[in-house]
């Protein structure tokens, strides 16, 4: 089951936050955040673990509520490099092991000047 | 020279045809994953890996099989192509140890594929 991440899509003024959010169904074991830029391949940006741990890149943090089974990725004073489209993937225990990444549908973010 | 490398990264081919995309890597890693890409679908996983003897259906593997010849090496083939199938293609490998999760994922650059 994918997880489901909102909004859709945002549109920022250089310099101005946003918040995406990632939500699942199932307890998560772990919540991994990409961003995909026009014509490229994603890249990785962080991973979280269940435990509520919070994590940062440059002026990009994410929390991990467990009990909401949720995580939110924060962009602080944008940049126009911050253009893109932003995946969510969780990763879900199980006896073997755990599950391989299931990703969102995507946040599309268009920072403009 | 990239760590997952993508052959071919575009395809145009004809509804029947068998169509195989490559993906081989340096990255040293055991677990490989083959996914695909349409517009606001996001990223949706086909099949899996975790070491050469491990082959796991993703969640769209209809129409789709692979093959895992080495630790590097992961190949993804339509055997009967159809128009559905066009979609932008990516492998991608994450290193794992037990008892822990899973680690980055690294992507390749994508396959193009257009079925006519």
């Known amino acids: 089951q994918q997880p489901v991440q909102s909004p859709q899509a945002v549109i920022l003024r250089e310099g101005e936050d946003a918040v995406i959010n990632c939500s699942s169904s199932k307890a998560l074991y772990s919540v991994h955040w990409y961003r995909q830029k026009h014509g490229e391949a994603p890249v990785f940006l962080m991973i979280l673990l269940k435990g509520g741990e919070q994590k940062g890149h440059e002026k990009i943090s994410a929390s991990f509520n467990e009990k909401k089974q949720q995580s939110s990725l924060y962009l602080t004073a944008s940049q126009l490099s911050y253009s893109g489209t932003y995946f969510c993937g969780t990763e879900w225990p199980r006896n073997s092991g755990n599950t391989p990444l299931v990703f969102g549908k995507g946040t599309r973010l268009s920072v403009i000047a | 020279d990239a760590d997952v490398t993508q052959t071919p990264r575009n395809r145009i081919t004809k509804t029947g045809k068998r169509i195989m995309l490559e993906c081989s890597q340096t990255k040293g890693h055991d677990r490989m994953y083959w996914y695909r890409q349409d517009p606001g679908l996001g990223l949706r996983l086909i099949y899996y890996s975790f070491d050469v003897k491990d082959i796991n259906k993703g969640e769209i593997s209809d129409g789709y099989s692979v093959s895992r010849q080495a630790q590097a090496k992961f190949s993804l083939s339509l055997e009967s192509a159809i128009p559905n199938q066009t979609a932008l293609y990516f492998c991608?490998?994450?290193?794992?140890?037990?008892?822990?999760?899973?680690?980055?994922?690294?992507f390749g650059e994508g396959s193009r594929l257009t079925v006519l």
């Open positions: 991608a490998t994450s290193d794992f140890r037990q008892g822990m999760n899973t680690g980055e994922l690294f």
